[in-house]
Every structure is written in structure tokens, then in C-alpha cells.
């Protein structure tokens, strides 16, 4: 059980275009998702927190408008970069946190984005 | 954000060697999740700990988290190959989001 996909695992694409990035829990209901990013031997970074049916929190720094975060359904929720650069290259994470049980996130396998 | 401090950073052990991995924080938190996670993928949950001076075991794995629920250890017995990856701790306190330490790389050698 407890078992977060990610879509896709890894994408390549040119600078100025936009990706799209889905996380979804498959075997249960995640009222809140949460998007990281991690760079290069380094720990996660959270971006923002995903509720269902309502805006995304952000972080301190992280743009809203660049990383459009839409959590339309309780198994689905979508990043988008925006307008992507080199710079947006990194391993991208999402968590669900199970309905109910609100200290444990299951995470996806990550999407490698690379910007060229 | 509340810190969490994990130490040692990167540890390089010969297999059957013991290691513990620390993580302090000057706030208290809900709960402390340990993480397991290898390149390329997504983190995997070992175990959370929510009781101050809670105890868990997972076969060779022991977790401990601190009376004041400020800090935990992480203590590997014997450690394997398999145990070769980056270990995470990360606190909740609340809000639900939560706030990952740095991670101790571990290198388990034959």
C-alpha cells in the first residue's frame, strides 16, 4: 500500500517551453500533496504544499507563476514549470500524505527535468 | 523553518562495522520521519517517531527519538552493502509539511 507515482520519470526539454509533471497516490486518497526539489547530492528543498480543491501554499522564494502547482483531484496533483531554464534542472519529488494519517508522506520516484 | 542538523554528513564503513546517525534540532517537533533514499529515486519511509524517548527497531535499524523530541539517532548494526544510500530525517511540527535535514551519505564497502 502507500504507493505515489510520478510522471515522467524523466523529461528533456528545450529552454522557454513548458513541462508538466503528475504525482499520484494509487492506492489511497491524498487530501495534501507536496512538491520538492532536490539538487545534486543534496537533501529536498519543499516548494509547496498541494491541497485538494484549493491553491498550493509556496515557499519563500519559489515563484509562484513559474511552478504552477494544480491538485484537482484527492489522487492527482500537477507541477508545471513554467517557461523552463537551464537553472529549473533538477530531480523534482512529490509526497501524499494519506487522509487521516498526517504525519506520513509516501513519496514518488522523482522526474528528472533537464532544461536545454 | 526549523533546522535540523544531521550528522556526520558522509560516513564510509566497512561492512559488519557499526554506525549511529545523529539529528538535532532546537525545536521540538510532532513527529520525525527517517528517510532512506538511493540516486535516482524518490525517498523511502523507514519509520516515524512520535513519543519522546520512543524506540523503534527495524532488524538491524534502531531509532530513538530524544525525551524532549528536539533530536534522534539513527544506529545501524553490522551494516551490509545494502545499506549504502542517503539517510534522511525530517520533522513535522505543523502544518503537515516537512523539514528534511541535509542527510548523512552512507558508504557500505565489502
Known amino acids: 500500500g502507500a504507493v505515489v507515482s510520478q510522471h515522467p520519470s524523466r523529461v528533456i526539454c528545450k529552454s522557454g517551453t513548458s513541462v508538466k509533471i503528475e504525482c499520484r497516490s494509487l492506492?489511497?486518497?491524498?487530501?495534501?500533496m507536496f512538491w520538492y526539489r532536490q539538487f545534486p547530492k543534496k537533501s529536498l528543498m519543499l516548494m509547496a504544499t498541494?491541497?485538494?480543491?484549493?491553491?498550493?501554499?509556496?515557499e519563500q522564494g519559489v515563484e509562484k507563476d513559474k511552478f504552477l502547482i494544480n491538485h484537482a483531484s484527492l489522487t492527482l496533483s500537477t507541477l508545471t514549470v513554467t517557461s523552463a531554464h537551464p537553472e529549473d534542472s533538477s530531480f523534482y519529488i512529490c509526497?501524499?500524505?494519506?487522509?487521516?494519517?498526517?504525519?506520513?508522506?509516501?513519496f514518488g520516484p522523482g522526474t528528472r527535468l533537464t532544461v536545454t | 523553518t526549523q533546522l535540523l542538523e544531521q550528522s556526520p554528513q558522509f560516513l564510509s564503513i566497512q561492512e559488519g562495522e557499526n554506525l549511529t546517525v545523529y539529528c538535532n534540532s532546537s525545536?521540538?517537533?510532532?513527529?520525525l520521519q527517517w528517510y532512506r533514499q538511493e540516486p535516482g529515486e524518490g525517498p523511502v519511509l523507514l519509520v516515524t517517531?512520535?513519543?519522546?524517548?520512543e524506540v523503534k527497531k527495524l532488524k538491524r535499524l534502531t531509532f530513538q527519538f530524544g525525551d524532549a523530541r528536539k533530536d534522534s539517532s539513527l544506529h545501524i548494526t553490522a551494516a551490509q552493502t545494502g545499506d549504502t544510500g542517503l539517510y534522511l530525517c525530517?520533522?513535522?511540527?505543523?502544518?503537515?509539511?516537512?523539514?528534511f535535514g541535509k542527510g548523512t551519505s552512507l558508504l557500505v564497502t565489502p
Open positions: 525530517a520533522g513535522e511540527s505543523s502544518g503537515y509539511a516537512l523539514n
Open positions: 525545536s521540538v517537533f510532532s513527529s
Open positions: 498541494s491541497n485538494e480543491g484549493s491553491k498550493a501554499t509556496y
Open positions: 492506492d489511497f486518497q491524498a487530501t495534501t
Open positions: 509526497s501524499a500524505m494519506a487522509s487521516g494519517r498526517t504525519y506520513e508522506q509516501y
Open positions: 517517531v512520535v513519543t519522546g524517548g
